[in-house]
């Protein structure tokens, strides 16, 4: 029987990307989107794929989905969240920005785990993989803005404390910590504003050169539901392709 994730964010960005690869292996697929913001549509699903509202700024929301999900799914990917660019869409009060980037990158993924996990308990099996970033997650990279990666921080602490309580459990918990990746929110949080020449510029100064593709990025969180990923239980993956050994590479 084919088994069935749960991925937050799923309309664009990386997780879109992991939409299409775990589609593409077998799995059944169960994704959400931000309801009344036109560029996180869900738009064209196939047979396996199903969408569902969410706005993790809001505990109802949260707790309707829940409620909405036909079944606990085998997997959840807490890939949803807002950057210090795409956070402005919520308030143009830059203490309201913090405080959203706060509740929505950390706090609504606390609440939404919470929903979930007692199911994965009853059932001891599972896996939930949180999507932190290199900075906050693994380092500090000068020049962002300070609630963005304290929200970060917070959301890789969640995965180091839940993989804690369940090290003797059949779930098994993973956070992954992307660099500089191809998405629309690094396009709006770094890239955008700088002229050509400044952003071949950035890039070039990153690690190998160029940015990390969403795919491998979606590449990475699949082979984390595989048995041979076990043993990195409780890990706080540095996938930054350097930027976490090397933050000063990245320079706005």
């Known amino acids: 029987m084919a088994r069935t994730v749960l991925i937050t964010g799923g309309s664009s960005g990386i997780g879109a990307a992991m939409v299409r690869k775990f589609s593409s292996e077998g799995f059944t697929v169960w994704f959400t989107y931000l309801s009344g913001i036109e560029s996180d549509s869900p738009g064209s699903t196939d047979a396996n794929s199903r969408a569902f509202p969410l706005d993790l700024n809001d505990r109802a929301s949260i707790e309707s989905l829940a409620k909405a999900l036909p079944y606990i799914p085998d997997i959840v990917i807490h890939n949803a969240g807002v950057g210090s660019a795409t956070v402005k869409r919520v308030s143009d009060e830059a203490h309201l920005q913090d405080e959203a980037l706060i509740k929505i990158n950390a706090i609504g993924t606390l609440w939404l785990n919470e929903l979930l996990l007692p199911h ?6 599972g896996t939930i993989i ?5 900075g906050g997650g693994i380092t500090q990279v000068p020049g962002f803005r300070y609630a963005d ?18 090290a003797q459990s059949g779930i098994n918990v993973f956070t992954i910590c992307p660099g500089a990746t191809s998405t629309p ?10 002229d050509s020449l400044s952003r071949e510029k950035l890039i070039a100064a990153l690690p190998k050169g160029r940015m990390i ?3 491998e990025i979606a590449a ?10 076990k043993p ?11 930027l976490g050994v090397n933050p000063g590479l990245l320079q706005k």
Do not use: Q, Y
């Not at 929110?185 to 700088?194: K, V």
């Open 232 to 242: 990195l239980h409780g890990a706080v993956l540095d996938a930054s392709m350097g």
């Open 149 to 166: 990666g304290m929200s970060k921080a917070a959301i890789a602490f969640l995965g180091r404390i839940l993989a804690a309580d369940l």
């Open 120 to 125: 994965f308990k009853e059932r001891n099996s």
């Open 213 to 215: 593709e969403a795919e």
């Open 130 to 134: 949180f999507l932190s970033s290199v």
């Open 220 to 229: 990475l969180a699949h082979f984390l539901t595989t048995d041979a990923a």
């Open 185 to 194: 929110m690094f396009e709006a949080s770094t890239l955008a504003g700088l």
